[in-house]
């Protein structure tokens, strides 16, 4: 067994943070991928079965009583660019990552817990900076996201509905994996909950040859809304 560095996008916007994550893994040291995903039917009352659970009971269909693309465009809108967010990776069913903060316009302040330590995230157009436990605030010497989950969703190659209880809608989106910031061809499916018109959350996962990563956000109200700066 061996580490390897495991590359995840985080989905706060603008400012995604692509977190390098140490994880105990097989020997391969192949960057994870997303599997392309045939495209869902995008019409107003569309049809698509559940995603596969690896159960081999048929799968079930949903005939949706909503617009999943006028919904999901919807929802984008009233999240604008001011939230509270909170991201969970697990790999192989355990934890490795948890990053929570707030995005604010085009920036974002964070922390992420990862193997028991906590550190302080900045992330402005201007540049990226961390602060480590007891530590200093530090300028990151990478270059700044060119993926933008969000914005990726904005943009979808097809949307369908998995669920929906009338209340809350659960979305199959299938998006360009470049833009969602997990390979550079085909494309990758997000699923989206969105509950009475908001968006509450997105999952998605990345698979490599020793394991998988799942990657959840949930969404909520923004707790800090002052401008996000660097630090002083």
């Known amino acids: 067994m061996s580490s ?9 916007g603008g400012a995604a943070l692509a977190a390098l994550v140490l994880v105990s893994s097989g020997c391969s040291d192949e960057e994870s991928n997303v599997a392309a995903n045939d495209a869902a039917a995008d019409s107003t009352t569309s049809s698509v079965a559940a995603l596969d659970t690896g159960s081999t009971a048929p799968a079930t269909t949903i005939v949706a009583t909503v617009d999943p693309a006028a919904l999901l465009q919807q929802a984008l809108a009233t999240l604008g660019t001011t939230y509270h967010f909170s991201s969970s990776v697990v790999v192989n069913g355990a934890q490795t990552l948890l990053a929570e903060g707030d995005r604010v316009g085009d920036g974002s302040r964070l922390s992420l817990t990862s193997n028991g330590a ?8 201007a540049g990226s900076w961390a602060q480590p ?10 270059a700044p996201a060119t993926a933008d989950p969000i914005a990726a969703l904005a943009a979808p190659a097809a949307v369908g509905v998995l669920s929906d209880d009338g209340t809350t809608v659960r979305l199959r989106v299938t998006v360009s994996a470049a833009a969602l910031g997990v ?3 085909g494309t990758a499916d997000v699923e989206v909950v969105i509950s009475s018109g908001v968006l509450a959350e997105v999952d998605y996962s990345s698979t490599a040859p020793d394991g998988v990563a799942s990657v959840a956000t949930t969404f909520g109200p923004v707790f800090d809304a002052t401008p996000v700066a660097p630090p002083g």
């Not at 390897?4 to 706060?12: A, G, I, K, P, Q």
């Open 183 to 185: 390979g550079t061809d």
């Open 133 to 142: 436990e007891g530590g200093d605030w530090e300028l990151l010497d990478v």
């Open 118 to 125: 906590t550190a302080g995230y900045i992330i402005t157009p």
């Open 4 to 12: 390897r560095s495991l590359r995840v996008r985080l989905l706060f």
